[in-house]
């Protein structure tokens, strides 16, 4: 099992960028990882199982910028051919994160969140 961790930074402030979070997710990622290449499942803070394989952490970089950092506990479908497959999660981790910032910088501007 791997660990994939990406960043962005994003011109809002972090609480926005946190509230906003949850949306994105059922909007764009929920089921998008697990019906691609390889299995990552997403636990909930406090699951007694330990399965927790998905956080995602916000920090605040300024009063108007935040830090999103994702980091997906990522087993591969293959072991033959692993580091591609790998590649290829990330990058579309990176895409995501990317649509995360278009998004919040929609959601900004309809909420006008003080940017």
């Known amino acids: 099992m791997s660990t994939l961790s990406e960043s962005i930074l994003i ?3 972090v609480q926005f960028a946190d509230q906003e979070w949850s949306e994105f997710m059922f909007r764009r ?3 998008h990882y697990m ?3 390889g299995e990552i499942t ?3 803070t406090g699951d007694e199982s330990g399965a927790d394989s998905g956080i995602v952490r916000f920090f605040t970089e300024g009063d108007q ?3 999103v950092t994702v980091e997906l506990d990522y087993e591969p479908h293959s072991w033959a051919d692993f580091e591609a497959e790998e590649e290829t999660v990330r990058q579309r981790l990176r895409q995501d994160l990317e649509h995360y910032r278009t998004f919040l910088a929609q959601r900004c501007k309809e909420k006008n969140c003080g940017t």
């Open 11 to 13: 011109g809002v402030p």
């Open 29 to 31: 990622l929920v089921g």
């Open 35 to 37: 019906t691609s290449l």
């Open 42 to 44: 997403w636990g909930t």
């Open 65 to 67: 910028l935040a830090k």
